[in-house]
């Protein structure tokens, strides 16, 4: 944000929050976005609640280690197949044993890179690179929803912020 004095607001339109997740960035940018599909060919299984502990031991699952996931367990940089296989087999034990855990597949794509600096930042944002370009992520409180973009400039017409307005949602 520019120190600049705000001369003029104005409201360029809506941003769409899902998952608590909004993006920021060059939108041709976001035709090369990966969601789910790995950049590398690599996957992480990561599991973690009440039952961790003893999935680990089941397992033989070390901790994760990653910043910002104190007592998650499962395995990083493996292959695609070998952590579906691994993140099935937790799965299955959690729902034939009844235990409480999260098991979470993730593939080594665009939304996991932002998404482990999202988890070890005390402000829940993260960044990637896509091309030239550099996506924000941001993580919110608000819910999900359409929240108005406003767009401020200085006296000479210079933009010195962008705004979303999480308390003025859309219903």
């Not at 969601?35 to 009440?50: I, K, Q, S, Y």
């Not at 767009?151 to 705004?163: I, K, M």
Request: negative net charge; charged residues 25%; aromatic residues 10%.
């Amino acid at each position: 944000m520019s120190e600049a004095e705000t001369e003029s607001s104005v409201r360029l339109g809506d941003v769409g929050v899902d998952w608590a997740r909004v993006l920021f960035g060059d939108a041709d940018a976001l035709n090369a976005w990966r969601h789910d599909e790995p950049v590398d060919g690599l996957a992480d299984v990561a599991f973690w609640g009440a039952a961790a502990e003893e999935a680990a031991a089941a397992f033989s699952a070390p901790e994760l280690g990653e910043p910002g996931e104190d007592g998650v367990r499962g395995w990083s940089g493996l292959a695609v197949a070998e952590a579906w296989e691994k993140a099935r087999a937790v799965q299955s034990w959690k729902e034939e044993t009844g235990r409480r855990m999260m098991v979470d597949f993730r593939p080594h794509s665009h939304h996991w890179q932002v998404m482990r600096q999202v988890r070890a930042s005390e402000v829940g944002a993260g960044t990637v690179d896509i091309g030239d370009a550099r996506l924000l992520c941001a993580m919110t409180s608000w819910g999900d929803g359409y929240f108005p973009v406003w767009v401020d400039r200085d006296a000479s017409g210079v933009v010195v912020a962008v705004r979303v307005s999480f308390s003025d949602a859309k219903e």
